[in-house]
């Protein structure tokens, strides 16, 4: 007699089914060498699909399929008309399926190299790679880029998928050839784990369950081998760190730091530090929406509450007290760019580190990375999927780790200041120590007392304009009725300053960038020095101008839009430069060849082409006598 098997309840069900672990993976590779096809197929084995998502496939098949009559699984994951249409995977698709032992979310990730960002993207969320190749062309191009896209974003764990094996005989010397030559290439990129396996995704050899088509090959299939990796452990033999989400404060008893563990363990009693400040305590308690815990690790949401009343908030990292993360406003970093606009080093940017977002520029491009041959080439600006080593500055010190060492504290997005865009995302390599090392000089003679003697209140006029808008005119007008006031002033001037101080720089995007930083920051020495400065440049794009702005206190920068159209401005063309540009004698000239734009909010609009040099003075001096800078 048969015995009867007990019913699992969906409470038991669902409590075995939440502790289980989880394992993100990516695949990746060139294209058409069956990312989403295997995806589709690991969704399909598992028995994950319901009956009106396996008909709609079977539709789909027949309507956009690549596979005769047979099931076309790249469908499943290709989701984007465009995709579709053209069979090739543009923007990252997430799936989650889950085993008996693990649960899994797969990123498949775009092979095109134009949507190399998008690969990045999902290697950023990942655990482990699977880095498909098509056994019948070897290792491609984009072969090399996604492996060392894959190293440089921290990621240990291999799987080496030959795909389509059976396309070739299911031939292990095919197999062991590009084993041999994906191993030799990948020798310097430092994986823990290269596990090669003979698959073909369109059949499913090998993909759940080894092959009887490939009796030579004696190692696991890849979901056996997904199944039972070990990433876990890791994060958790890491040290401390706490990513400061918010303060969370109910009442006038209770004030707790929330945010989710990016690294290491902590327990209750144990010694803490809040990096930026470096101010210490013990761990009071440890708080989570199920009750307190005595311990909580890496990857868990907690409210940790501390023996002392010390400062932090959203941005702060609190971290072992005995492991502490570095602080500085400097360091080397890896940097993945990821749009169409160049990076241009000086320009402003914001960076975004775990739950900080600070300003932050690019000093140095010590090099750029040919992700082909992995030489190591001279550049001055990187383009859209361009990998560089990097020196950059923050404008506030920012609690760090080298990515190699601590992931989780060690990868930043670079966002554009302008739109909002993500365009970039980097690794940190380590602090630059020297920089920590500057520290202000405390002087006795402050800003205050200096513009007090001169009985004015110190400002930067910033005349921005095409050339030919009349800048100069105007601000030459303005200095001369300043001085007969008998005001301390000084006019910087775009043509001057170039003769000395920025003789070195160009006119390209990247030379414009610095010759604007250089000035700024001339200007605001001269502020400091209390004097009204007058500073006559094109100064075309509006990041470096927003940088100038901000390096002043509030009411120190006056932004004065000399509007002039073009056309007006070509027809004074004084220096003949216009006529020069057109003719091609002149490269990168604003307004021809190269983009102005335009302040969106200017303390002050000239209108030159029907306001005569000397109103617009005059209105300027009004400005100013106004608004209290004279004294």
């Known amino acids: 007699m048969t015995e009867a098997i007990a019913p699992v309840s969906a409470a038991d069900y669902l409590a075995r089914h939440e502790a289980k672990g989880l394992l993100r993976f990516l695949t990746c590779g060139s294209v058409d060498d069956g990312k989403s096809t295997l995806i589709g197929r690991l969704l399909y084995d598992t028995k994950l699909?319901?009956?009106d998502q396996l008909a709609t496939l079977a539709s789909d098949s027949r309507k956009h399929g690549t596979t005769g009559d047979e099931l076309d699984f790249a469908l499943l994951v290709d989701g984007l008309a465009a995709e579709r249409e053209q069979g090739i995977t543009i923007d990252v698709a997430y799936r989650f399926f889950a085993t008996e032992r693990r649960k899994f979310i797969v990123a498949d990730t775009p092979g095109h190299e134009q949507y190399t960002r998008n690969?990045?993207?999902?290697?950023?969320n990942s655990d482990v790679a699977v880095i498909l190749v098509d056994a019948r062309k070897g290792i491609l191009t984009q072969t090399r880029r996604h492996s060392f896209i894959v190293s440089l974003l921290g990621l240990k764990d291999v799987v080496l998928a030959?795909?389509?094996?059976?396309?070739?005989?299911?031939?292990?010397?095919v197999f062991d050839q590009i084993v041999a030559d994906?191993?030799?290439?990948?020798?310097?990129?430092?994986f823990r784990t290269l596990v090669p396996i003979p698959i073909s995704a369109r059949h499913g050899d090998n993909v759940i369950a080894r092959s009887v088509h490939t009796p030579w090959y004696e190692g696991p299939s890849l979901l056996d081998h997904l199944d039972t990796l070990d990433v876990e452990s890791v994060a958790q033999t890491r040290p401390f760190r706490l990513p400061v989400q918010w303060v969370n404060r109910p009442n006038l008893n209770f004030r707790g730091f929330s945010g989710t563990v990016a690294s290491g363990t902590v327990r209750v009693g144990e010694a803490v530090v809040v990096a930026g400040s470096g101010a210490?305590?013990?761990?009071?308690?440890?708080?989570?929406?199920?009750?307190?815990l005595p311990q909580a690790g890496a990857g868990q949401a907690v409210t940790l509450t501390l023996e002392d009343e010390i400062d932090a908030s959203r941005g702060d990292v609190i971290a072992a007290a005995n492991a502490r993360p570095?602080?500085?406003d400097q360091f080397a970093a890896h940097l993945i760019w990821m749009h169409e606009d160049s990076l241009l080093p000086g320009r402003p940017y914001l960076m975004k580190i775990g739950t900080r977002t600070v300003v932050m520029s690019v000093t140095e491009i010590k090099h750029r990375v040919d992700v082909n041959s992995f030489q190591k080439l001279a550049a001055k600006t990187l383009a859209l999927n361009d990998v560089a080593v990097v020196n950059i500055a923050t404008h506030d010190p920012i609690a760090l780790d080298p990515f190699a060492e601590i992931p989780q504290t060690g990868a930043f997005i670079v966002i554009d200041r302008m739109t909002n865009q993500t365009v970039g995302a980097g690794m940190v390599d380590f602090g630059l120590r020297r920089a920590t090392n500057v520290h202000w000089q405390a002087l006795d003679v402050s800003k205050a007392s200096r513009s007090g003697l001169k009985q004015q209140k110190p400002a930067v006029l910033w005349f921005t304009g095409l050339s030919g808008a009349g800048k100069s005119t105007i601000a030459n007008l303005v200095e001369k009725r300043l001085n007969a006031l008998g005001r301390h002033t000084y006019l910087l001037d775009g043509d001057n300053v170039r003769h000395g101080l920025n003789k070195d720089l160009g006119f390209t995007d990247a030379d414009r960038v610095e010759n604007i930083r250089r000035v700024a920051e001339v200007a605001r020495l001269m502020?400091?020095?209390g004097l009204i400065v007058l500073v006559s440049f094109i100064s075309p794009f509006r990041a470096e101008r927003q940088m100038a702005r901000e390096l002043l206190e509030a009411g120190e920068f006056i932004e004065i839009f000399v509007d002039t159209p073009l056309a007006v401005a070509e027809e004074r063309d004084v220096k003949g430069l216009y006529k020069r540009a057109r003719a091609g004698l002149i490269q990168n000239f604003t307004g021809i060849d190269s983009p102005y734009e335009p302040p969106l909010d200017p303390e002050i609009t000239i209108e030159s082409g029907a306001l005569a040099a000397e109103a617009a003075a005059e209105r300027i001096f009004a400005f100013l006598l106004q608004n209290g800078y004279l004294g």
């Not at 030959?162 to 010397?173: C, F, R």
């Not at 994906?182 to 990129?189: L, N, Q, S, V």
């Not at 210490?280 to 307190?292: H, K, L, M, N, Y």
């Open 49 to 51: 699909l319901f009956e």
């Open 119 to 124: 690969m990045a993207t999902g290697a950023s």
């Open 162 to 173: 030959v795909n389509k094996i059976d396309l070739m005989d299911y031939s292990q010397s």
């Open 182 to 190: 994906y191993r030799a290439f990948a020798a310097e990129f430092g």
């Open 280 to 292: 210490t305590s013990r761990v009071a308690s440890i708080v989570t929406a199920d009750g307190e």
């Open 326 to 328: 570095d602080v500085s």
């Open 527 to 529: 502020v400091d020095a």
